[in-house]
């Protein structure tokens, strides 16, 4: 054989076998091509689907893996989104449902009443007592009302809180002034012990509200003829502002509770209320970094503890 035709020969082999490797070549990659494909189109589909990607966390730490545990995050957060929409829902169902319940009575009462006055067939002393009941629960239906405006916007943030140094002393003053009124309608004395001109880390407006809360609540649960004690005391980090009634008191089981939106005891049915006051006290309390705590004992007292920051010096 001439060296030409070897030549040939080898040209001949080599291209045969270059087309070979490149048919190897061109399968192999379309093979993992396709099966990358494929393993992209199942995590699309956990994606769509929000179930985790379980069986890929084999692969390792190629590309594939990675993109799994990061769709893996995706879903996750795709199922708390829905877990924290679901928690809100049922928030505002519940809101909704304990408002009615609350306004449901307020408003019957008027109704009736109008009812009854439109017959005509009453006296002028009845009248005007059912005029009285009207009023009176128009006017709770207005606080209930000014109360849960106060509350939602605490809620979501509209509302916020400037907390300043500034003197409490004033602060509780203006507050047992604001319900001296009530409390003279059951012959209720008012006791301030230990303030002095401290300055705390508060926002007074917001601050007076919350202590009106408190006194308002001690006022409606104490007896004719009672007292009610506000004192004052420094602690290393907080002041304690302890405002105390000695009425009916508060079963323990109580206790972690009342501060709970719309939240009555079972033994209060019979007092007007909305169960919104010690619930506002609270939040206006936590939003400048404070706190409320409770103490009481059935029969003989309860004792309402708000703590606000001392300032630095």
């Known amino acids: 054989m001439s060296g030409r035709s070897v030549i040939k020969l080898a040209i001949t082999i080599i291209l045969a076998v270059a087309s070979m490797f490149c048919i190897i070549v061109v399968a192999v990659c379309r093979g993992y091509i396709l099966k990358v494909f494929n393993e992209i189109d199942t995590v699309l589909d956990c994606i769509m689907a929000k179930e985790p990607i379980l069986y890929l966390d084999k692969v390792g730490e190629n590309r594939i893996s990675k993109l799994a545990h990061k769709a893996n995050r995706i879903v996750d957060m795709y199922v708390l989104e829905e877990l924290q929409v679901k928690s809100e829902k049922e928030t505002v169902q519940g809101f909704i449902s304990d408002m009615s319940h609350q306004m449901k009575t307020p408003l019957s009462s008027i109704s009736m009443y109008v009812d009854l006055l439109i017959e005509g ?21 207005q606080w209930m009302m000014n109360s849960l405006i106060k509350m939602s916007r605490l809620e979501i943030g509209a509302i916020q809180l400037a907390p300043i140094s500034q003197n409490i002393k004033q602060t509780i003053a203006n507050s047992i002034e604001s319900i001296l ?21 508060h926002d007074k407006k917001w601050t007076q509200e919350a202590i009106i809360n408190v006194l308002e609540n001690a006022i409606k649960y104490s007896d004719i003829d009672s007292k009610i004690r506000v004192t004052v005391e420094p602690l290393p ?39 919104l006051g010690l619930y506002l006290a609270n939040l206006v309390m936590e939003k400048q970094g404070g706190y409320v705590m409770v103490d009481s004992v059935l029969g003989e007292f309860t004792t309402f503890s708000l703590f606000l920051q001392n300032c630095k010096d």
């Not at 002393?125 to 709770?140: D, H, P």
Request: charged content about 25%.
């Open 121 to 141: 067939n009453l006296s002028p002393t009845e009248q005007v007592e059912f005029l009285t009941r009207i009023k009176s629960g128009a006017v709770n239906l």
């Open 181 to 201: 009124g009530l409390a003279s309608k059951k012959n209720i004395e008012i006791v301030a012990e230990n303030l002095e001109n401290k300055s705390l880390y």
């Open 237 to 275: 980090i907080y002041t304690k502002i302890s405002i105390t009634d000695y009425g009916k008191g508060i079963d323990k089981n109580d206790w972690h509770l009342i501060f709970k939106r719309f939240y009555r005891g079972h033994d209060t049915k019979a007092t007007e209320g909305a169960g």
